[in-house]
């Protein structure tokens, strides 16, 4: 009866990592493609390249202005992050520790950006960029990016601070300390792992985001990678030995990210959801 | 009004600390947001940036005489519903499969989950690479290699809708699996076990005493995945730029294209405001299926 058992756990365990073989042969033939060339991919499109080349890297880097780009998204991505901790957490704090009525409309009203989609006022928002002088700069960008994600965040926050003692808050108000240095010194120290959940949610939706570059960043100087992929696309969509460097240079600097960080972002990503 | 003052005086730390949020949403989101109701009744275009006049319903007739707007709006229904239908439905049994007692289950995992990190623009350029009729689509390759004919995945206004679903089911079904795991390994293994002593079945116990239990990830994942599945934009503008003959046009697409590059501000907002009301219908009907599903 337990050997039956076993072996049927064999066979499902061989049989999942069949699927997840097949699965992955996407990124695996992005990845081999790149260091071919295109007579080569032609002919042996999943084989370990033969005639290892790292040409196409070369001209990727440099057709994409890659490292321009790249700091541009990290500048993005760490001022949102950064935007999006300090705002929600403060905002959080205070709709999760006062019971004043108003506190839980204003939760409401944040809430609302979790169901209705952005996309609907980007006419205006258009609109308002321009009349704010905000076209093509980043602090645009990062400021409409970080808007997107505050309502989940502030969701996200509230919830954790509801699961916080009060004691050592109080504790703090007794021996005389204001509300803004018990909140700095006490409180925000106990969030670690929210802070840490918003920060790979935020960081990781500034950086999949094509959309807002694409309407309000213009000059190349500006550009981020997505943006960068999307123009060299145009240009070269026969010769695809060269785009899949692009491609996978793209995706390069999350593949680091999600392998080294791995148990953070998948917990990271699924938090809020269950529990929530 | 003194009362109001001392009590004012004592929240004044508190709207301190909620004023950079408050202000940030409504400038970049509520603002824009009204902003385009009141657009959606006016006859605002490129044409006419000047003068611009209330001009009633006329928009949302418009729209709804438009072939290629109702056309956007059915394709963006069935995207969403193809997308939540198959993610779970595929999403499920993995996770049941990945909670047995196996010895590579967290690589399993992280290989499930890996695309759902990529940005859906470069998935949507890979897969356009893998889905072409050019001698070098790889899956083409794999078709002809069988015997069969070419197929034209993306070509094809019959199939084309189908195949950009595709590449996101692939895209997201390890996600959700992640998520229905998380929820699973809540459910204590005594029931099982009793489960077991009783003489259940493996589709038994699945059917009364995972998929119930699984709710709450289930009214997340579906809701989710039904709301993304509406705002779809980047995968299409990837894959096949709302073609061929409209065919895979969706809502944002059409938002952009007509509304943005084409200068028809005033439709465009109209078209914002269907959305809207769209998404919150079917996020409500949902939600209350799943309440009765709970409470059952």
């Keep these: 009866m337990e050997s039956k058992r076993t072996i049927s756990l064999k066979l499902l365990e061989i049989g999942l990592l069949v699927l997840a073989a097949v699965f992955i042969i996407p990124v695996y033939y992005l990845f081999v493609t ?86 609907m006022g980007l006419l205006p928002l258009y609109k308002l960029i321009s009349s704010l002088d905000l076209i093509n700069t980043l602090t645009g960008v990062i400021l409409i990016e970080a808007c997107y994600s505050l309502p989940l965040a502030i969701f996200l926050f509230r919830n954790f601070i509801d699961s916080v003692p009060l004691e050592l808050e109080e504790a703090a108000f007794i021996d005389g300390c204001g509300v803004f240095r018990t909140y700095w010194t006490i409180t925000f120290r106990l969030l670690t792992p929210v802070v840490a959940t918003v920060a790979i949610l935020t960081a990781l939706a500034t950086w999949n985001n094509f959309l807002t570059p694409l309407l309000f960043l213009h000059s190349r100087e500006k550009g981020v990678l997505l943006l960068e992929l999307y123009r060299n696309v145009g240009e070269f969509t026969i010769d695809y030995a060269r785009l899949f460097p692009m491609l996978f240079l793209t995706i390069l600097p999350l593949m680091l990210f999600y392998l080294s960080m791995q148990r953070f972002i998948i917990e990271g990503m699924t938090a809020g959801s269950v529990k929530g | 009004m003194n009362r ?42 490129d044409v006419n940036p000047v003068d611009v006049t209330f001009v009633g319903f006329k928009n949302f007739a418009v729209l709804l005489r438009d072939e290629v707007y109702l056309k956007g709006i059915t394709n963006t229904f069935t995207y969403a519903i193809l997308y939540m239908v198959f993610v779970n439905v595929c999403a499920i049994p993995l996770a049941v499969a990945l909670n047995q007692k196996l010895v590579t289950r967290s690589l399993l995992r992280s290989i499930f989950f890996l695309p759902a990190v990529f940005s859906v623009l ?115 503008f990837a894959l096949t730029g709302g073609g061929p003959a409209h065919a895979t046009e969706t809502i944002i697409s059409l938002m952009i294209t007509k509304g943005i590059n084409e200068g028809f501000y005033g439709q465009g907002s109209a078209f914002g405001i269907v959305f809207m009301l769209l998404v919150l219908l079917l996020t409500t009907v949902h939600l209350r299926v799943i309440k009765y599903l709970e409470n059952r």
């Design chain 2, 122 to 236: 470069v998935i949507g350029f890979l897969w356009s690479f893998l889905y072409s009729t050019s001698d070098f689509g790889l899956i083409n390759q794999i078709v002809t290699g069988l015997g069969f004919e070419k197929i034209n995945f993306l070509g094809n206004p019959k199939i084309a809708l189908y195949a950009v679903v595709f590449t996101q089911v692939w895209q997201f079904v390890g996600y959700n699996m992640v998520i229905y795991l998380a929820n699973l390994q809540t459910i204590p293994s005594d029931y099982y076990e009793a489960a077991k002593m009783d003489g259940a079945t493996g589709l038994q116990t699945f059917r009364s005493i995972t998929l119930p239990l699984l709710l709450p990830a289930i009214s997340f994942c579906t809701v989710m995945t039904m709301i993304n599945g509406l705002k779809v934009f980047d995968i299409v």
């Design chain 1, 34 to 119: 790149t260091f071919k060339t295109s007579e080569e991919a032609l002919l042996h499109p999943l084989r370990v390249p033969l005639n290892f080349t790292l040409e196409n890297y070369t001209s990727a880097l440099e057709s994409m202005k890659y490292f321009t780009a790249l700091k541009n998204n990290v500048i993005i991505s760490v001022a949102g992050v950064t935007i999006v901790i300090l705002f929600s957490s403060m905002a959080a704090y205070v709709i999760a520790r006062r019971k004043r009525k108003v506190y839980g409309y204003i939760f409401m009203f944040f809430l609302t950006g979790i169901m209705v989609p952005y996309q």
């Design chain 2, 4 to 45: 109001l003052a001392v009590s004012f005086r004592k929240e004044a730390i508190y709207i301190f600390f909620l004023a950079p949020a408050i202000l940030l949403y409504f400038t970049f989101f509520i603002l824009p947001s009204l902003q385009t109701f009141y657009y959606s009744f006016t006859n605002w275009s």
